[in-house]
């Protein structure tokens, strides 16, 4: 079980997760995985749902394997006991992760699109939901020692929905401590 604090209350999650891993041509690692999600929200029980998703995972090593590329396409499908929230949605990702010569900083970039759709008529909008989603990330990483990082973090969102409660877009800023022990 995994507990997720949420605008929505909290989210009890339980998830099942096999893969495969295989080499490719030279640099090349790929990871076909399958996801079970069991969503179960302690607010609003209409949301809790099931879901099934399929990913393949394209990872390019560079740079002595330093640094590498993503490229991931996912598919999920979501049944959730309100029939308005059940969904199929597609997801393309494709990522980066460099370190910046020997100032010891890391760079990781991405970008983010998915198209979610929705199998039912939302009633509020008297037609079946319809949402895109951008999502741009760039992490600046720095050692502070051996077992400790600091991490300086920018998000960018756009959302665009037919539902205008869903459409939105949005920054986020923020600055993390890790630890590792």
Known sequence: DCLLSRGLGDVYKRQVTPSLGFSGAENWYHLVSYAYQDKEFDAISGRDAKQHSVS????????????????????????AKD??????????KVGLSVPLMDTGLKLKASYQHYWRDYDNTTASIAEKRDDEQDLVNIDL??????????????EYTNADSNLSSSDYSGNVASINFMIDF
Do not use: C, G, W
């Open 83 to 92: 029939s308005e929230l059940d969904y199929q949605s597609a997801i393309v």
């Open 141 to 154: 990483i720095k050692p502070i020692s051996d077992k400790t990082k600091v991490k300086l973090s920018y």
């Open 56 to 79: 393949l995972d394209n990872f390019y090593f560079f740079m002595d394997s330093k640094a590498h590329m993503l490229l991931r396409f996912r598919a999920e499908d979501e049944d």
